[in-house]
């Protein structure tokens, strides 16, 4: 079964840090990119982190300076490295890796960063 599982997510108080991972179990697609997304509670999903192949990164600029993405060539695995946590982090993180027919997604870890 092709299946990405997210790992990593709990709670933290704000300035914390948590450091999510992605691994994968079954055969894909052609992989290139790999992202994290998350949704918040009311929210849509929105975009966090990207790296392609080639270890181009972006960042959405809510969390640019904060987040680290990486990920390990060879495997379809994705990492996370969050510091400096604020509560508007506080959502589920899902792990994301389109194929050439379809995107694969994660169950998503619950972040939540509270005092």
């Known amino acids: 079964q092709v299946q990405l599982v997210e790992s990593g997510g709990g709670v933290v108080q704000p300035g914390g840090s948590l450091n999510l991972s992605c691994t994968s179990t079954?055969?894909?697609?052609?992989?290139?990119?790999m992202g994290w997304y998350r949704q918040a509670p009311g929210k849509q999903r929105e975009s966090v982190a990207q790296?392609?192949?080639?270890?181009?990164?972006n960042y959405a600029d809510s969390v640019k300076g904060r987040f680290t993405i990486s990920r390990d060539g060879a495997k379809i695995a994705a990492y996370l490295q969050m510091k400096g946590l604020e509560p508007e982090d506080t959502a589920v993180y899902y792990c994301?890796?389109?194929?050439?027919?379809?995107?694969?997604w994660g169950q998503g870890t619950q972040v939540t960063v509270s005092s």
């Open positions: 079954g055969t894909f697609q052609r992989i290139n990119t």
């Open positions: 994301s890796a389109p194929g050439r027919s379809r995107t694969y």
């Open positions: 790296i392609t192949g080639a270890g181009d990164t």
